[in-house]
């Protein structure tokens, strides 16, 4: 179990979702195997309002039913 970071503002590190400093820029950005079934996923404090906008051939899937703030 890891906790993985996604910051929006974050325009430098490897984007990786390892550290703060590494956030994904996007929840998008998360490729196949990054985050695993029991990861968490934070969404950095102050990282301004939040949102995902996508086009309509992407597929979402969701393997879980958990969100907290």
Known sequence: ????YV???LTT?????????????SL??????TVGAS???EVVA???P???ATNVNATLRVYGTDISF
């Open 28 to 33: 998008f950005d998360a490729e196949v195997g």
């Open 50 to 52: 939040y949102y995902e």
């Open 13 to 25: 590190g490897a984007n990786d979702g390892s550290s703060l400093a590494n956030a994904f820029r």
């Open 46 to 48: 102050g990282s301004g």
């Open 1 to 4: 179990m890891a906790t993985k």
């Open 7 to 9: 910051d929006n503002r």
């Open 39 to 41: 990861d968490t996923v």
